[in-house]
């Protein structure tokens, strides 16, 4: 079976695309600078696959370091790169740390594509390229107009998928299927493996199931005066397990050069828009838990509302996410109370 690099593979989406893939056959190395994620990760995925996949620690914004393992680890035949810096807030904050981060990598990567005939790219692209659709855009297609981006983190993605393409242009044996995710949440029904936050949590997600198990006093809703049906903001929450699944299929269009541009892009998320408050009384309904909640202000740089079209996924991809909003807030709390137990 082709082996698989999944560069961030310790980290929340990454984890659970890499035993997506080895529940497939694949052969998965993973590379992580464990940043934003630990090395226990590794056994979530054992105890859920049976296989410890092999694992090399360090960062990839280093060219030396990168080149070498790809000197040293010949036969890869697919890049899964998710490896990058993702707080919106913290970006705005320390805006050199991501374009340092999140473009360097990158860049190391598609060198090490080019010099070790490596063709075939998965990247972890996110909708925040869109910014804010207008009205006529909603639910936003591929095709939707790109938005100056809303935050440094936004940027660096827009900034990736141009790299790529124009890397893809010069290099006529390159391909790369970019996944513009909406808004990740849940966890592994196994409960071996989910979103780990190091520190205070900015998803809301996290914030909720942390609130709920009482390591914070009570969640702040971030708005309560947008123009949606309850005043709070509006977004696709996807299941990660899903996401993941749709990671797999991109690599076998790839790999069997199935394919139809040599960049391709695609939305993925549940084609459903959920507010705020949608989100946290289903969280409520099934975990039991009556959430300690509280409407503040807006938080500087959210979008009011978006949610994806998902049909040139489905169609293209065969791809659907199916579980539902109950069911992997559900996963989230199971994933939280495991935690800490
Ligand atoms: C969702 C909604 C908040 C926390 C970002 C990135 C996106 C992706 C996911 C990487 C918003 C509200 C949140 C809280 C709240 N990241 N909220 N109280 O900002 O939509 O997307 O994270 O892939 O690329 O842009 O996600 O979970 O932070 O917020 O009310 O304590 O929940 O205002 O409306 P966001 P989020």
């Not at 914070?216 to 949606?228: A, M, P, Q, V």
């Not at 978006?306 to 996410?321: I, Q, R, S």
Request: proline share 4%; charged share 20%; hydrophobic share 40%.
């Amino acid at each position: 079976m082709p082996k698989i690099l999944v560069t961030g593979g310790t980290g929340y989406i990454g984890s659970h695309t890499v035993v997506e893939l080895i529940n497939k056959g694949y052969d998965v190395v993973i590379i992580d600078n464990l940043f934003n994620s630990t090395i226990n990760v590794l056994e979530g995925i054992k105890k859920i696959t049976g296989t410890k996949p092999e694992f090399h620690k360090f960062n990839l914004s280093n060219i030396i370091f990168t080149n070498n393992f790809f000197k040293d680890n010949k036969g890869i035949d697919a890049i899964i790169h998710f490896a990058a810096f993702k707080a919106v807030g913290e970006s705005v904050n320390n805006p050199l740390k991501y374009y340092g981060n999140n473009i360097m990598s990158l860049n190391n990567i598609m060198a090490g594509m080019k010099d070790y005939n490596i063709s075939n790219l998965v990247f972890s692209s996110s909708c925040t390229v869109y910014g804010q659709p207008e009205e006529k855009h909603l639910p936003v297609t591929e095709t939707a107009p790109l938005q100056k981006a809303n935050s440094p983190y936004g940027n660096t993605k827009q900034i990736a998928e141009d790299i790529i393409g124009d890397v893809l242009n010069a290099e006529n044996n390159l391909k790369c299927i970019a996944l513009r995710y909406f808004n990740p949440i849940g966890a592994h029904e196994s409960a071996e493996i989910g979103e780990l936050p190091i520190g205070t949590p900015s998803n809301l997600v996290p914030f909720i199931t942390q609130t709920a198990i009482g390591l914070r006093d009570e969640l702040s809703i971030f708005g309560k005066d947008y123009n949606t049906p309850d005043g709070t903001a509006i977004r696709d929450y996807i299941n990660v397990v899903d996401l993941a699944k749709a990671h797999v299929i991109a690599i076998e269009r790839l790999v069997n050069n199935k394919n139809k541009k040599s960049l391709e892009l695609f939305n993925l998320g549940t084609g459903k828009g959920v507010s705020v408050l949608e989100a946290v009384k289903s969280f409520e309904k099934v975990s039991g838990v009556n959430l300690n909640y509280k409407l503040v202000e807006r938080r500087p740089g959210d979008i009011e509302k978006v949610w994806a079209d998902t049909k040139f996924a489905n169609n293209e991809l065969g791809w659907k996410a199916e579980k539902t909003l109950d069911e992997t807030m559900l996963s989230a709390w199971k994933w939280e109370q495991k935690l800490r137990n």
